[in-house]
């Protein structure tokens, strides 16, 4: 860990010989949430729109989302190598039949050196699993999963849909795997303030997990948070706000987890709140300095009780 954090950029150079970027990819899936298996509406604060990018479109096969990807980066490094990113939904939540036909038709496309799947914790099984390590063998893969909070009463309140025991189980079977494990918490959500945050950072810290990606409370049009946010508003963090809890919270994080991001840019048009008018750049500069300016690194407090 050379600066204030260990980056997720740093880690990944190490593991290519070459420059690799992600290329996201709708395919399709639904969620259990949404579906009825679980629930119906799903959590409080998606909407998937968020999440995609213009060149993603679900009705366009896995490898010519691929190639207009490529097309959409290529022209920054000509030597680069992608990572087809299975983002949108639950991409783990079919048959393995089908989801091996999705994965290896990614594998077939020029230049494409692995994988990335986001899911759901309850949308793993042994099974899916087994199959994944043999792919290891190939090819890069890391499996993400949406943990959110390690608070039961914020995921019921957010309809998640499953508990933190769901996350730990899965998040445990797939580093016995020897599986790359990533998870996805969001800071700020309904009912939890700093130091609830903070506590919760010496859990996620203990977890099995490799990467962390973290992002702020966003408030989303044509969501059932929104709805809430109207009829009674709840607190949302400045960027002041969030500079020095974001900050604070990594001091708590074991230095070995790798952490990608720290904050999610919404289109424009669909973000109500909050509108900080940020690119993730320019908020990772503005957190840099102050954790130089404050004398704070990733674990200075991670074993403090």
Not at 96 to 107: G, R, S, T
Request: glycine share 6%.
């Amino acid at each position: 860990m050379d600066g204030f954090y260990n980056d997720f950029s740093s880690w990944i150079r190490k593991k290519f010989p070459f420059r690799v970027q992600k290329i996201s990819i709708d395919a399709g899936f639904s969620c259990p949430n949404r579906d009825g298996n679980v629930g119906i509406g799903g959590c409080t604060y998606c909407n998937n729109q968020t999440f995609n990018p213009n060149y993603c479109d679900r009705h366009k096969s896995v490898t010519e989302q691929l190639e207009v990807g490529k097309s959409f980066f290529s022209h920054k490094y000509p030597d680069m190598k992608y990572l087809a990113y299975f983002q949108a939904y639950s991409n783990t939540y079919a048959s393995l039949q089908q989801l091996k036909a999705l994965y290896e038709e990614a594998l077939q496309v020029e230049d494409v050196v692995g994988l990335v799947i986001g899911t759901r914790p309850d949308c793993v099984n042994d099974e899916l699993l087994d199959y994944l390590v043999g792919l290891q063998k190939h090819t890069f893969v890391l499996v993400e999963y949406g943990i959110e909070s390690v608070n039961d009463d914020t995921l019921k309140r957010i309809n998640r849909g499953h508990d933190f025991a769901c996350c730990q189980q899965a998040i445990m079977k797939t580093h016995a795997c020897g599986l790359l494990c990533g998870g996805h918490i969001i800071l700020g959500l309904p009912g939890e303030d700093a130091a609830e945050s903070i506590r919760q950072a010496k859990i996620i810290s203990s977890l099995p997990l490799d990467i962390l990606k973290i992002h702020q409370m966003q408030i989303i049009r044509g969501t059932r948070l929104a709805a809430e946010f109207r009829a009674t508003p709840f607190h949302v963090y400045s960027v002041e706000e969030y500079i020095r809890l974001v900050a604070d919270y990594i001091s708590y994080l074991r230095p070995t987890l790798v952490l990608e991001r720290f904050v999610s840019q919404s289109p424009a048009n669909l973000l109500i709140a909050p509108k900080w008018g940020l690119k993730n750049y320019e908020f990772t500069n503005l957190l840099c300095r102050y954790m130089q300016a404050h004398g704070i690194r990733q674990g200075a407090h991670f074993m403090d009780d």
